[in-house]
Each structure stands twice: as C-alpha cells, then as structure tokens.
C-alpha cells in the first residue's frame, strides 16, 4: 500500500527480505534508489500515513515475531527531518492508521480487529465508531466525510463506511457472489477508493480446469 507524498514528489512504501521484519521506504516519484527510514528499529513497520505538511509519517509498529498481544502493538509518528520516534497517544493496541489529507481526523483498528476508532485532533481524544467481526482495509473519504472499509455480515464478506459526524453506518456492496483476489501472504483481499471515492477491488478473472497429460521419455 504505497502512499504518495502530499507535493507528490515522494512515496512511502513497506518493503522486507525473507526473515526480516517489514521496513518504511522512501523513494522519489521520478525513481532512484529507496531509502530505508529506520534501520536501527527491529520490529515490522506498517501502512505509512503522510502528515499534511509532509514533514512527518505515522505508522503502525508491531513485532516481527509477537503474536497478537495487544500490548506490543502502537501507531509511531516519525519527524522526517530529524527522524525522531514517537508513540502517538492513546495508540497502544492499534493499528492500520488512517491520517485524513486535511489533517483532521485519524482511524485505526483494535488489534483483534473488533473495533474502529477515531480521533479527533480538535477534541483531542478517541472515539468508537464501530464495531465489527473481522475489519479489514480501511479508507477515508477525499473529504473525510466517511471511511469505509470490509467486514463479515449476515450475508458474508461485504464493504461498508460509516460517517465521521454522526457514525451511521451503511453497508455499501457484498462480496458473497464476486470472485477475488487474495493475497497468499495475508490471506486478504484488498479494496480502495478511487479519485471519486468510487469502491475498488480486485476481482478474479480467472478460470480452473483439470488437465490430463501424456508423457513420454525417450
């Protein structure tokens, strides 16, 4: 999930090697080589989140190898001049960030991805927005308005959103007869917004057949 610096001169991206924990990369728009943000940091560094200046990044942290104890969960924000750490507040036990573009709003999950927070920068504080089964893939709006994101319903996987303002929550398309993409990794799928806030997913556009084949050695 590669992020676009705000003047669109920089990506942020995860990269790993076999048996290495996952690393924040920059890299410039036109090319070149990555640059490794925090060599020294061991644990797995996740879903970066630009800050609307683009002087800084949040990201969710997590050992590479910790299970799904809460505790060792947290979102960091990283000065990208000085490259200082530091845990944002109140994230202990959340992860995948999702920073508005106008700066206003941030949403995470818990880690048994029950619940999805919010918080206000205003307020300064966080908020429950909703609840759920298995969250997954979360995506605010252009306007910040609403954040979608995939769930497990009565019917099945399905993509919903909720509004930021009064947390009503609707359910926006299921996935029961649409054939996906999942990635072998996590055993996800993946869905987006487009410019338009418009849904994205990765639809299977494959076919399987059974093969029988006749050998013969010389």
């Known amino acids: ?46 879903d970066p989140q630009w800050s609307r200046d683009g002087n800084s990044l ?18 960091q924000k990283v ?13 202990v036990g959340l992860t995948a960030p999702r920073w508005s573009s106008d700066g206003r709003v941030l949403t995470a999950f818990t880690v048994d991805e029950r619940k999805l927070m919010l918080f206000d920068f205003a307020a300064e504080k966080w ?7 298995a969250l997954q893939y979360p995506n605010l709006s252009r306007n910040a308005n609403y954040i979608y994101f995939e769930d497990v ?20 398309l299921g996935f029961k007869d649409i054939p996906r993409v999942y990635v072998l990794e996590s055993g996800y799928s993946w869905s987006g917004l487009d410019l338009n806030d418009s849904p994205l997913i990765m639809r299977n556009v494959g076919i399987q057949e059974v093969y029988s084949m006749d050998l013969e050695f010389p």
């Open 127 to 133: 908020s429950e927005l909703t609840t759920g089964k």
């Open 79 to 91: 000065d990208l001049h000085t490259r200082q750490v530091s845990t944002f507040t109140g994230t």
């Open 1 to 46: 999930m590669p992020r676009w610096s705000p003047d669109g001169k920089q990506i942020a991206f995860v990269g790993t090697s076999p048996g290495t924990p996952a690393k924040l990369f920059l890299v410039s728009s036109e090319g070149g080589s990555p640059e490794e943000l925090l060599s020294a940091d061991k644990n797995n560094e996740d």
């Open 153 to 172: 319903g009565e019917s099945g996987p399905e993509l919903d959103r909720v509004n930021l303002t009064d947390h009503k929550r609707e359910r926006v």
């Open 58 to 75: 949040l990201f969710a942290q997590y050992p590479q190898l910790g299970g799904g104890d809460p505790s060792k969960y947290s979102i």
